[in-house]
C-alpha cells in the first residue's frame, strides 16, 4: 500500500544508508526528505519515490514553515497517507553556549525542540498504522561501556536550563558540548515515553540507539585532529564488537521504520533489538515536565 515516510537527517551516514534502503526494499514507501537542501537528486534516481522539504532544525519558523508545506502537500493528494517519520538528523558540537535565532542552545533546539515541533504539527495527518523512529545514543548511559570515555554522561537540569545556552559548567569547552549532547539524547528518550502515553493507538513511538558509529560526520564541529581521528581511524572499531558501521546502522534504523523489527511503542530498540535504556530514563515526572516546557517553548498546538 502506498505510505508516506518523513526523514530527517538523510544526506549522509546512518541515514543515507536508512534512506537507501526504504527506497529498495519498500517500493510503494514515497520518502519525503526534510533537509537544508535538496537530496533528491542524489536518492530519487531509478524512477525511485523521493521528494524534499527545505528546513534548517535549528530554526523553530523554518521546521514550521515546513510541517505546513508537508501538511498541505498531504491534505491535497500529492502524497500518499502519512505513514511513517524518522527523526534521525541531530548535532554535537564543541561547546554548550551555540544559540539558535530563537536564543535556544543549538544542541537542544534541534536534538529535541525540532523534533517535538514537527511531531505535533504531523500528528493530526497520521494515518494509523503509523511508526515514527527518533534517533537517540547510548550516551545517554553516561558509562564507559556505552560511553568508551569519549563523552560525558547526562546532567540533568530543569528542562528551561537545558534549553538555553551555557546550561553546562566551563561551557566554552568540548566536555560541555559533549555533555549538552549526551543529555540531550536523555531528553528525546523521556519525551519518546510521553509521546507512547499521549498518541492516539495506532500511532507508535519508538527511541532508536545505533551504537557507537564512526565516520558519520557528527563530529563535524570538532578540531581537526579529532575529525580526523574519527572519519579515518575509528571507523576501523566497526569491524569489532565496539562499534557499528554505518550499513549496518541504517539497515537496523530502515528496518525499524518500515515494521520490519517489532517495537512496541515507546519502547528503546538498542541495534535491533528491544532492551532496557538507563534506569535515569524512566521519570515520568520529568517526562511530564519536559513535555510541557517543550510545548510552550516551541508554541505547539495545544
Known amino acids: 500500500m502506498p505510505a508516506t515516510i518523513v526523514m530527517t537527517g538523510a544526506g549522509r551516514g546512518i541515514g543515507r544508508a536508512a534512506a537507501e534502503r526504504i527506497l529498495r526494499e519498500s517500493p510503494d514507501t514515497h520518502l519525503l526528505l526534510v533537509a537544508r537542501s535538496p537530496l533528491t537528486g542524489v536518492l530519487g534516481i531509478g524512477g525511485r519515490s523521493v521528494s524534499s522539504v527545505t528546513a534548517d532544525l535549528a530554526s523553530l519558523d523554518s521546521v514550521r514553515t515546513a510541517a505546513v508545506e508537508i501538511r498541505t502537500r498531504?491534505?491535497?493528494?500529492?502524497?500518499?497517507?502519512?505513514?511513517?517519520?524518522?527523526?534521525?538528523?541531530?548535532?554535537?558540537?564543541?561547546?554548550a553556549r551555540t544559540e539558535?535565532?530563537?536564543g535556544f542552545e543549538a544542541t537542544f533546539a534541534v536534538n529535541v525542540l525540532a523534533n517535538h515541533l514537527f511531531l505535533r504539527l504531523l500528528q493530526g495527518c497520521?494515518?494509523?498504522?503509523a511508526r515514527i523512529v527518533i534517533t537517540v545514543s547510548d550516551t545517554h548511559f553516561g558509562d564507559f561501556r556505552?560511553?568508551?570515555g569519549m563523552v560525558p554522561g547526562p546532567v540533568w537540569d530543569a528542562p528551561d536550563a537545558l534549553a538555553r545556552p551555557c546550561a553546562f559548567p566551563d561551557p566554552d569547552t568540548t566536555t560541555a558540548g559533549r555533555t549538552a549532547y549526551s543529555t540531550s539524547k536523555l531528553a528525546a528518550?523521556?519525551?519518546?515515553?510521553?509521546?507512547a502515553r499521549r498518541l492516539p493507538a495506532g500511532i507508535d513511538v519508538i527511541a532508536y540507539n545505533p551504537g557507537f558509529v564512526p565516520g558519520t560526520d557528527l563530529a563535524r564541529d570538532a578540531g581537526p585532529f579529532?575529525?580526523?581521528?574519527?572519519?579515518?581511524?575509528?571507523?576501523?572499531?566497526?569491524l569489532t564488537p565496539l562499534a557499528t558501521s554505518r550499513t549496518t546502522a541504517g539497515r537496523h534504523l530502515?528496518?525499524?521504520?518500515l515494521g520490519a523489527i517489532s517495537a512496541p511503542t515507546g519502547s528503546y530498540v538498542d541495534h535491533a533489538r528491544v532492551a532496557r535504556s538507563s534506569e535515569?530514563?524512566?521519570?515520568?515526572r520529568r517526562e511530564h515536565e519536559l513535555w510541557e516546557v517543550a510545548e510552550r517553548l516551541v508554541g505547539s498546538p495545544g
Open 74 to 95: 498531504l491534505d491535497h493528494g500529492d502524497l500518499p497517507p502519512l505513514h511513517g517519520f524518522v527523526a534521525n538528523a541531530g548535532v554535537q558540537y564543541t561547546n
Open 100 to 102: 539558535t535565532p530563537d
Open 126 to 129: 497520521f494515518a494509523r498504522p
Open 146 to 148: 556505552h560511553n568508551l
Open 189 to 195: 528518550i523521556h519525551l519518546v515515553h510521553e509521546y
Open 226 to 238: 579529532s575529525r580526523f581521528a574519527v572519519r579515518r581511524i575509528l571507523p576501523a572499531l566497526s
Open 254 to 257: 530502515a528496518d525499524l521504520a
Open 280 to 284: 535515569e530514563s524512566y521519570h515520568p
